[in-house]
DNA sequence: ATCTATGGTCAGTTGCTGAC
DNA sequence: GTCAGCAACTGACCATAGAT
């Protein structure tokens, strides 16, 4: 029993320290923080920055393992998100009886850092023309993200349900919204309050700003690696064209080389047939000069030719 | 080519346990 | 008593295979 005891005792509790460092590292590896990388090898490229991260971290306190770490991070984005609602939910309460102590720096960072993340996506895939919404748009996402008290919601005419992440889903309508009495939210102290939410939210913004100018130098390393893959492309696609050329022209002249080798074939079968043909004539004629005792006359000659179907034009041109 | 079902993975949430 | 640690559960997303 007590050996089952150790085997599930817990390990000492996180410090400080490495909460700090451990948020200092997220706001550099949004990729890390939003847990999906966008490149190739992400599963392989995120193993390797938890382990690196874990090593850090070691130095700051108690040793973890990397998924311990990865629950530690998870349940810290989940605490800040509901001590943010904690934050909102007191702001609105009438008759201030209600109090929650602003966000610390560390659940300042926390909340810029998930919510470049979770809440409007991942900067690394952020589309071209979003980046001005999000600078400007963002702390009021992040302040009407939390539910509304029945009276202030709004419903969308022919609201349907959207396709998407549900943390997309719960960003609620604009606060300038139509058909619904101006003072509803008009008290001067909610006023007080919501903007001091607001610049609290600012400074997060601000971090997200600096995490969004990396991403965007990381960005145009990347395009320039890609135009430069660009033109090696078509240095190679200019050599794989001189040799399709070089391959035609290598089929070209096998072709040639064959029908040379045709003719030269047929030709050597007409000099063998013309050589066999002359032996014959030359043979016959040397029997017939023997049978005649030595006595040649030009006559004699043509008429062994004529006998043999030779012409003297056969003769003349081979 | 498009649609649908299925399985895997991961984030978020909740509730309990135990360290501090 | 507080809160980190942990397990279990749920839902969203994605990739893949099979059906149409």
């Not at 349907?160 to 604009?174: A, F, I, K, Q, Y």
């Amino acid at each position: 029993m007590s050996q089952n005891k150790e085997e599930t005792k817990k390990t000492r509790r996180f410090t400080t320290a490495q909460i700090a460092e451990l948020v200092d590292y997220m706001s550099t590896h949004s990729d890390l923080a939003s847990g999906r990388f966008s490149c190739a090898m992400g599963n392989s490229a995120m193993d390797r920055q938890w382990e690196a991260l874990s090593k850090i971290l070691e130095e700051h306190g108690p040793k973890k393992t990397v998924a311990q770490w990865k629950t530690v991070w998870r349940d810290l984005k989940c605490k800040v998100r509901a001590r943010l609602a904690d934050v909102n939910r007191a702001s609105r309460a009438t008759g201030n009886t209600t109090y929650a102590p602003p966000l610390t720096e560390i659940e300042k960072k926390v909340l810029a850092i998930i919510g470049t993340a979770s809440a409007i996506g991942v900067p690394s895939m952020e589309e071209h023309g979003l980046e001005v919404a999000v600078l400007e748009e963002q702390p009021i996402d992040i302040e009407i993200s939390f539910p509304l008290p029945s009276e202030f919601e709004w419903i969308e005419p022919h609201a349907e349900s959207l396709p998407g992440p549900s943390s997309v889903r719960n960003v609620t309508p604009p606060l300038a919204q139509p058909n619904k009495p101006e003072n509803f939210l008009s008290s001067s102290s909610k006023k007080r309050k919501r903007h001091t939410d607001v610049e609290e939210l600012d400074s997060a913004v601000k971090l997200f700003q600096g995490i969004q100018e990396r991403q965007n130098s990381t960005n145009k390393e990347l395009a320039t690696a890609i135009s430069k893959l660009a033109s090696a492309q078509e240095g190679l696609q200019s050599v794989a064209s001189t040799i399709d050329k070089a391959v035609a022209a290598q089929l070209e002249s096998n072709n040639l080389q064959a029908e040379a080798n045709r003719l030269q074939s047929e030709a050597n079968r007409l000099q063998t047939e013309a050589n066999r043909n002359i032996t014959a004539l030359l043979t016959e004629f040397l029997l017939d000069r023997q049978r005649n005792k030595g006595i040649l006359s030009h006559s004699s000659l043509v008429a062994t030719f004529s006998k043999k179907s030779y012409s003297s034009e056969y003769l003349q041109t081979n």
